[in-house]
């Protein structure tokens, strides 16, 4: 699957290994402000299913706790990041996908306790009021 950022300078494929296609929701302050949104929509991989087409124009922003954003120069867009060697972290909202052909679903809701007021979520999925550890994130995921 082929994503892009707004104007194309970076552009990256990545394989779904789950059917549906399994992604998160970050509605932690962080997030919020990073996707400009309600919340983060994302999901993570292993780093053997990702790979970079174009990734010249990216520059990171990393805050003292070390969250990090990392984003296209050119389009201002949030664009994938690797962490621990091992993963890439995807903004689902890149991914130039068939909505007739890939079922998405949202596996679980993270950070719920900053959840902004207008947005809804799905009570069927995994939702937690804090940041679950990471290998609970990636059970989610996988
Ligand atoms: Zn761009
Ligand atoms: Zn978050």
Known sequence: MLGKCLCGDVQFSSEIRT???KIYQCHCSLCKKQSGSSSNSA???EASHFRWLKHDTIKN??????FSSHFCTNCGCPVPNSFADKYYWIPVGLLEFDRNLVAV??????CLSSKSSW???DTESNNFDTLPDFKAIL???S
């Open 105 to 110: 679903e949202v596996v679980a809701n993270f």
């Open 19 to 21: 059917d549906p296609f």
């Open 61 to 66: 922003w990393q805050k003292n706790t070390g």
């Open 139 to 141: 059970q989610f995921l």
């Open 119 to 121: 947005h809804s979520i």
């Open 43 to 45: 999901t993570i991989i």
